[in-house]
């Protein structure tokens, strides 16, 4: 009872307490990097003469293998790892009962008992093949080995994934297993029945695998050879080659992770202790009160102090290997970053603090803070539209610039003349500059790793002479403009809120592509007086309108769109019904009309921005209904479909408030007003 209560109070603060151990682990590693007096006292560098006296072992120690030694006992061991699936009986059991009460809808047509017997026999016989080992999700992409272990029952069955059937290839399947068949006749009906029928039941056992993962991974030796106390290591004058380097840097490793009895050396760890734990919790409270969203955005948080520690981590290494290096550290890449994925304050907050803790270590240090808050003031306010390769260069040029007036103004404040200047030091400058242009391949990374958007890849994907973008303007020129007018509207309202307005109108542009596949089917694509939907059943319809949100995923990931920017095209149109064709269905079977069979699959908006794209889809493609109307017909026209969607609960899981979708309506009401050119009526 006392344990469940202690879990139940971890999963209730598990956001305090990841942070906590964010902030800990985070001043642990930089503590980590500083050099703290009491450690392993002997320099040290491949390729070059040790310069102390002849050295032996302390103590007895183990050679632990290089990282790159350890990563191919990994990726040796993992490759002969199977993966485990887990097959659930339960949804086979439910798939065969299914068949069992549906087959007569598919069949309907057949009236010979012995007839219907047969085919209802082979149709089971062919759903037997297909659940003998399982079934697979569509687009299933299976990596690692190709021999597996299925979990059914709690049996571990050894298999090659390709035994097991995948469901985007049923069609195929089932081609092949009717001609060799004398039921031929049946295959569209079989094939309607098994594309509504099959349901995936194999996956990818997460949690199993992954133990088993780290199970193997334990069990890789890090140590490749033990070194004896007394035994000598390297002598006087000797050259470190590779081996005393490795032995070396072992022996370092061992040290570090001894107690140190030298008093003044732990009081020196305490020191460092608190003052880089009281800079990440500046930086914490920092995100609190200025930025909330962040603070409450455990991966968002993740990455920023990620990047303060790389920083730092880089640094160090550079100054461990030649102090002078630190003129060619591109620090201000991290305020680059930062503004980049949040913003200019939060980023010149970082930065400033990352130098400030990087002052502890480096040589001249108030030199070293004064020049580097001052080019990361220059880098906030100088970097603009990053996207744009021109602007980059010309603010890369500023902070270089700006690194050299400082540089000489301390030369000549220190040494009474300039002729004292470095030129090495200059050129360090120089390469500082250059090696800040791998910003931008930075972010890309950063955007893959963090699943991250930043406004530079935003900004690309709103220029509307993109491939995707210039498809839906050839094919499908009505919804492209819709698109349009939904973004004008919904960047407007954002702006109004507070809201993200570049990625809603990124996503406004996008969020029907879905259309493409059949866009004579949308009205606004339509111009002959005929509508396809006339030749097909109202559910037929809904199908095709419902189709174009699962469509739309399709698209955009074979485009390679970011999640961000796909999460606008399932939920535009959340749970929703077509209610056109929902009506026209209950004239025609009022008593078998279900009405799940024309709503969209959400799911409903989770965020502002993708509430505010539905309002805005919803009022615009609404507002073509609507012939010339006043300033009062609009404002209950908007009321009446904003109130529609809230009534179905389509914002519960977003975090936009009633003051806000009240401020949107507003702004949808003025901006319809200019689109239709309606003018206030004043009295005579």
Known sequence: MILKTFWNYLVAKQNILYKSILILSSSLLILYLFPIGGQFKYE????????????????????????????????????????????DIKIKELVFTRYQDEFSRFFPSINNPMVF?????????????????????????????????????????????????????LFESLSKWFEESNYDAYFESFNDFFFELITPNVALDLVFYQNTVDQT?????????????????????????????????????????????????????????????????????????????????????????????????VTTVLIGYNTALIFATPLCILPLIIKAFFDARLGLFAHVLTVLLIGFIVPNSFEFVFLQIVAGIVTIQSIDQLYRRANLFISVGQIVLVYLIAYIAFTIIQEGTFLKID????????????????????????????????????????????????????????????????????????????????????????????????????????????????????????????????????????????????DFIRTHHGTSSVYYFYKKQLEFDPEGT????????????????????????????????????????????????ISGK???????????????IETVKKVLLRKLINVYQLRIEYPE
Request: proline content about 4%.
């Open 44 to 87: 040290f560098q491949k390729g070059r003469a040790w310069q102390y006296p002849s050295y032996y072992a302390p103590f007895d120690f183990s050679i632990l293998k290089s990282e790159q030694e350890v990563k191919a006992d990994q990726e040796a061991a993992l490759s002969s790892l199977k993966p485990y699936l887990r097959s």
């Open 117 to 169: 017997d047969s085919v209802y026999k082979f149709g089971e016989s062919i759903l037997k093949k297909i659940y003998e080992n399982g079934v697979l999700p569509p687009n299933y992409i299976h990596q690692g080995n190709e021999e597996i272990l299925l979990i059914q029952d709690n049996v571990e069955i050894p298999l090659n994934v390709k035994e097991l059937f995948k469901s985007d290839s």
């Open 217 to 313: 991974l334990q069990n890789i030796s890090l140590s490749r050879g033990v070194v004896a106390s007394g035994e000598l290591i390297i002598a006087e004058g000797e050259m470190v080659d590779e081996s005393h380097f490795e032995t070396l840097s072992s022996l370092r490793k061992e040290f570090s992770m001894l107690e140190n009895d030298d008093q003044s050396s732990i009081w020196v760890l305490i020191g460092y202790s608190i003052l880089i734990f009281l800079t990440f919790s500046l930086l914490l409270l920092f995100l609190y009160k200025y930025r909330f969203s962040i603070y409450e955005n455990n991966r968002k948080l993740t990455f920023i102090f990620f990047n303060i520690v790389f920083v730092v981590f």
């Open 423 to 566: 030129v090495l030091t200059i050129g360090l400058f120089l390469l500082n500059g250059l090696l800040m242009l791998f910003v931008q391949p930075l972010i890309y990374i950063y955007e893959k790793l963090f699943g991250l958007v930043s406004d530079v890849s935003l900004l690309e994907l709103s220029d509307t002479n993109s491939k995707l973008l210039k498809e839906l303007s050839d094919q499908a020129p009505g919804t492209f403009h819709h698109s349009l007018q939904v973004a004008n509207l919904a960047e407007a309202a954002a702006n109004e809120i507070g809201a993200n307005t570049l990625l809603v109108r990124v996503g406004a542009l996008y969020h029907d592509i879905g259309k493409l596949k059949q866009p004579k089917y949308f009205s606004e694509n339509q111009i002959a007086p005929d509508s396809p939907h006339d030749s097909l059943t109202p559910k037929q319809s809904a199908k095709i309108i419902i189709d174009h949100v699962l469509d739309g995923i399709l698209i955009a990931q074979k485009n390679k769109l970011p999640d961000r920017v796909i």
């Open 594 to 641: 279900n009405i799940e069979d024309f709503q969209y699959p959400g799911p409903r908006p989770f965020s502002k921005e993708t509430a505010i794209l539905m309002m805005a889809d919803a009022v615009e493609a609404a507002s073509k209904s609507l012939k010339a109307p006043d300033i009062g017909q609009l404002d209950l026209f908007i009321e009446k479909i």
């Open 646 to 660: 809230m009534e179905e609960g389509q914002f519960n899981a977003s975090n936009i408030t009633l003051a806000e």
